[in-house]
């Protein structure tokens, strides 16, 4: 599935954000999602996933601040993250597969990914 991130940009923090993405398919439902981020100088993680039915993930440095969730209809999937830090600042990206993963925050599970859009937390 081709996936289309929107919504980056740059904010204060303390500031909130909301990222999109679009998944080019009929069958959008069927995948289970996930939102990754990338900072300068550090490895890919894994920020919050969500299953098919809804249920969701999130990584401990997001709980409480960042909320997943999905449009089927719209075939939309959406970040809204609130209380941004620093740290936060990095390269977001979407990402789906039809496979249920065994580990959610494993990227290697997810087979298709957008190209990203960038988040920047300033002081």
């Known amino acids: 599935v081709q996936l289309v991130e929107s919504g980056g940009g740059s904010v204060q923090a303390g500031g909130s954000l909301t990222l999109s993405c679009v998944g080019r398919t009929y069958t959008f439902s069927t995948y289970y999602m996930a939102w990754f981020r990338r900072a300068p100088g550090k490895e890919r993680e894994g920020v919050a996933t969500i299953n098919r039915d809804g249920s969701t993930t999130y990584a401990d440095s997001v709980k409480g601040r960042f909320t997943i969730s999905k449009d089927n209809a719209k075939n939309t999937l959406y970040l809204q993250m609130n209380n941004l830090k620093l740290e936060d600042t990095a390269m977001y990206y979407c990402?789906?597969?039809?496979?249920?993963?065994?580990?959610?925050?494993?990227?290697?599970?997810?087979?298709?990914w957008g190209l990203g859009t960038q988040v920047t937390v300033s002081s």
């Open positions: 990402a789906a597969t039809f496979r249920r993963p065994t580990f959610w925050f494993g990227a290697n599970a997810y087979s298709s």
